[in-house]
């Protein structure tokens, strides 16, 4: 026989496995557009514009994507925001 307990708690868990897939399919769009943008941001430092990646940096990025990435780029090549990647030459 099902008690009322283990109602409820079937009830807690189902409300608990679909909050966290609504968390999960908002929170995706976010980790995609990180992620592409520190590849772009990992491709210009490969080619020499360098960004020193920051949590502000990733923040934007993951907001912005790919346009934010370019434009975070920019700005730390114009010396505007944002700190460009040092290179280490040997001397």
Do not use: H, S
Request: proline share 7%; no cysteine; charged share 5%.
């Amino acid at each position: 026989m099902v008690t009322p307990i283990e109602i409820g708690l079937l009830v807690l868990v189902l409300v608990l496995v679909f909050g966290a897939y609504r968390i999960v399919q908002a929170v995706k769009p976010l980790i995609v557009n990180a992620v592409v943008g520190l590849i772009v941001l990992a491709l210009a430092g490969w080619v020499g514009y360098g960004v020193v990646i920051t949590p502000i940096v990733v923040l934007l990025v993951a907001f912005g994507g790919v346009p934010a990435a370019i434009l975070v780029i920019v700005l730390a090549y114009l010396d505007v925001a944002f700190e460009p990647a040092m290179l280490l030459l040997p001397v």
